[in-house]
């Protein structure tokens, strides 16, 4: 199937003008009448008991509206809990909008202060007394498991809160009998995804309708719908969530937050709009961590350097909570699926586990499980292809699945209807002269200059099917609407369940709509963000806005589209089938011949109904939806490849090239999947090099400030090229498959195959992230 | 993240700057660019009650020459000091410094006396002036008084400034012949605070060091100056072997504070990288 322009056209994003003329709408810019703002008390200690809360000082000063504890909500939110029905074994505890008895993270909220200013809230804070009972804390997953560690949820009686296992053919015996082994510990350090814009809200409730308006910097606007009208007890119809402009999310913003929730609880309570824009030192505190994962893993060989087997533990923990409403499984539960995939290998065993422990809660971000699983896979395969002597591209076209195994269920259990490994490889090997580099490489290491090149293939598990949530009993759409409305004029609204964080699927979109009814991209608008306008959707997220966003436009365009030709071929008294539109015009779809324009149709169909017989389809506001069926996700693949030089007197690792291959089915707009790689990349490189949170031995957070917790700054960011190749997935008509996680997949392990391949002469292999010059300078001994 | 509420006085002469702070006292602060205090009011650390913006006093932006040497007023920002015909001519040192100084948006605001009167131990400014044998002048309503740089900070963020006294200016030797310099420091961001750093500034005559000091910032709890280093460089031309000697001398002369994220001893490992690297440069410069 072809489409015609503009899908898969490189046009800028519909919003770039405006948010750069600053005419952007976040949440700090709303202001409405009477409205309050709100700061929290967060829980210095990691884990204490909460004895007494002494207000009185704080609901006295100036400005204070209200000062509000677990005790003044209950009754107006319900309390929940983070389960999935496909692990009903998983420990859930129930989790509150405030802590009630017990603090159990550091930076829990604990006091709300509703005030006339945000200043005014905080000074008020400061004077609130809370007495504190601290209590032992468990701060590593490895400690919390063991059975003599301090119990976090007293329901249960131990801190595991989760395991899973996949197991194929006979591992153990195939370790057994191979001829070569290769085995590594991996650390992957905690961290987060830092957006420009925090997480923020403003609440709005009216009592007299029992109406709940939340504009909000969330990726979900139905989901969050959903959650406020069921924990706050108000009919959905009357719940509205609109987000506007989102400074960038990364899978933090999809998920509910007990002090966001508070805040519409207390604007319920109060009747008065309120905000809360959490600052960047509560951002670190509270928002949703990602990774802090240990993984063992073991790769067999045969004689001639062919897989033969994987092994695979991970130890991980969900925080002091499973998060709400996915659950905290997917992190550990994708390494198990993902590891190994690019491979072919007959024997498999990958296994779990999941501890609850005294830190913030840790769930999705960007590219959940799947970083840890390629950089654990592709070191593998490095080490082995070090062990047997064997070059890292020579060793990856033995090994990798040929186009022609598929379609064929993964060792994990994944189904892979057709990825391109060789492909990409190849498409990689046309960009970069690997035999040049080696020659370089020697050349410079005798000048005492290391540089290493690294290459990591990856499966992004795209595009959750419904079957996943659905199943587990979350209200999760993994379901796709469009509408889309002509205007009198010949313009075209569209409205979509997908939601825009700056990736630009907002464009995407616009383009399948003009591109499949007919007309100029300038003729659509496209809406979305808004629970109560927009038709039902699950928002932008696990890389699924252009499969399953654009296969529901793609579905209203043609529905449109028919219908302006059934009213056309009613006008022109021809066969809606002889017409066409191209270019916003009626024309003859043999000859190309102009007949009339897209407005004349329109103000027909709007204005003179009684010229188009009855039984004529001629709707001009259309919806469509898209469910995918028997599949539960649209796997995507690609090539990352690194080259950098450390400086083993420093310690320090510059980029000289970084190419991503990639292939995620059929492009909508190359330009903007490639700009979504590269912050994908740059974000990689975050989780590579830079971001960490380091933590005491007693839990407490040392380095929660944009000064200590470093994140990738443009000076020392590659050039990123980018290279597309297009294999459609066959299960939707557009053939798009996910691209949003694809650039932070594989740059963990791009990077730690480049960096030791720079450090080869050394005979050092780094497996921890990130790879901080500390680390570097401790492996090669020089401190 | 907001202030408290903080009273905000602007006097537009140093006599009016001296009044506030006689009648404030330890509860005023002085604001110049507002760089790192304002970050400190809004997060409520050591939030001060008063501030008083010294950016309406005359004198204090200017950088004037004098006989020997150029007086760079307290209020001079790090781009106007880059920027400067006579620092380019007289103190080149200072002119170099400049691009390691944080973010553009940063140095377009940031003051020298700022910088000098905060004494980050990671700081740029503070280390060179050291490095020049720079002296602070200090005023207050009972006169002026002037203090070499390496008498200046006495602790992590402790100055010889006294509650009623203001910075009001550097006053910083001009480069004289056969006279050299380098600066250079290690961070994983451009634009970061040091993870180490060092400003040389020295003298070589006919081939042999006749006078250098070495100046590291980011290994201490104040900018350090390596005189051991320095003593075994004097005299004796600056060839590899008594490279490495300085270099050897100034690892065992590091006692850098212990911190969650860089151990001790990776800083004292790239403060020798750093004296290595930059007397290299110095080397073969004067080659």
Known sequence: MTFQAPIGSSLPRDRAKRLLAGRGRYIDDIALPRMLHLAFVRSPYPYARIVAINIAQAAAMPGVIRVVTAADLEGVVEPWRGTHNLFPDMKVPVQTALATDTARWQGEAVVAVAARSRAEAEDAAEHIVVEWAELPAVSDAAVALDPAAPVIHQDYDGNQAFTAAVSQGDPAAAFADAPHVVEREFRFNRHTGVSLETRGLVADYDPTS??????????????????????????????RVICDDVGGAFGLK?????????????AKLLGRPLKYVADRLESFLSDIHCRDHTVTARMAFDAEGRIIAMELD?????????????????????????????????????????????????????????????????QLVDLGARALGID??????????????FPLTSMGGIALEKLSFQACLDRALERVDVDAFRAEQKTLRDAGVYRGIGFATFVDLTSIGPEYYGEGGQHISAQETCLLRLEASGGIRCYTGATDQGQGIDSGIQQVVAGVVGVPVSDVKV??????????????????????????????????????????????????????IRDGEIVDAESGAAHMTLDEVAAVGHFKPYMIPDDVDADLTVTARYASRGRMFLPANGLHVAIVEVDTDTGLIAFHRYLVVHDCGRLLN?????EQVRGGVVQGIGGALYEEFVYDGAGALCNGTMADYLVPMAVEMPDIEVEHLETPTGTSELGAKGAGEAGTTGAFGAILNAVNDALAPFDVTLSETPLTPTRILQALGKI | MKAPDFAYMRPDSLDGVFAALAQYGDDARILAGGQTLMALQNMRLAAADVLVDINRVPDLPDIVEEPGHLLIGALVRYAALA??????????????????????????????????????????????????????????????????????????YETALRPDEVLT??????????????????????????????AVSGVAEKGAVEAISLALFGVADRPVLATDAADLLIGKALDPAQIETAKDAVIASLDPPDDPITPPAYRRHIGGVLVQRLLGQIREKLA
């Open chain 1, 210 to 239: 029992d109406r709940l308006t939340v504009h909000q910097s969330h990726q979900t606007p139905h989901q969050q719908q959903d959650l406020y009208a069921r924990l706050l007890s108000i009919p959905e119809q009357n719940v």
């Open chain 1, 392 to 405: 890292p591209v020579t060793m990856r076209q033995w090994n990798y699945l040929d186009d022609t195994d």
């Open chain 1, 670 to 674: 190359p330009m903007l999947v490639a």
């Open chain 2, 83 to 156: 920027e400067s015909p006579l620092v380019q001519q007289h103190v080149p040192l200072l002119a170099d410094a400049v691009p390691f100084v944080a973010h553009a948006a940063i140095r377009n605001r940031g003051t020298v006396g700022g910088s000098l009167a905060l004494g980050d131990p990671a700081a740029e400014i503070p280390a060179c002036m050291l490095a020049l044998g720079a002296e602070v002048i200090l005023s207050s309503a009972a006169g002026t008084r002037t203090i070499p740089m390496r008498e200046f900070y006495l602790g992590l």
């Open chain 1, 254 to 266: 999809h998920h509910l937050y007990p002090d966001e929730l508070a805040a519409c609880a207390i």
């Open chain 1, 314 to 378: 991970d130890l991980f923990h969900a925080g002091a909570y499973s998060q709400y409403p996915r659950s905290s499984v997917a992190e550990g539960n994708q390494i198990i699926r993902v590891s190994g995939i690019p491979y072919r290998h007959d024997h498999y065993r990958a296994e779990t586990r999941m501890a609850y422990l005294n830190k913030p809660v840790l769930g999705h971000i960007r590219s959940v499980g799947h970083p840890i699983a390629c950089a654990v896979t592709e």
């Open chain 1, 527 to 580: 809406n979305s963000g808004d629970s109560e306008l927009c038709p039902v959707g699950g928002g932008s997220w696990g890389s699924r806005g252009a499969a399953l966003g654009g296969e529901a436009a793609l579905r209203a365009g043609r529905e449109l589209r028919g219908n302006i030709l059934n009213i056309a071929g009613v006008l022109l008294q021809k066969a809606a089938d002889s017409l066409d």
């Open chain 2, 169 to 198: 200016a550097v006053r910083v030797p001009k480069r004289r012949p056969g006279q050299f310099h380098a600066i250079d420091e290690i961070v994983r961001r451009r634009g970061d605070f040091a993870l180490a750093g060092l």
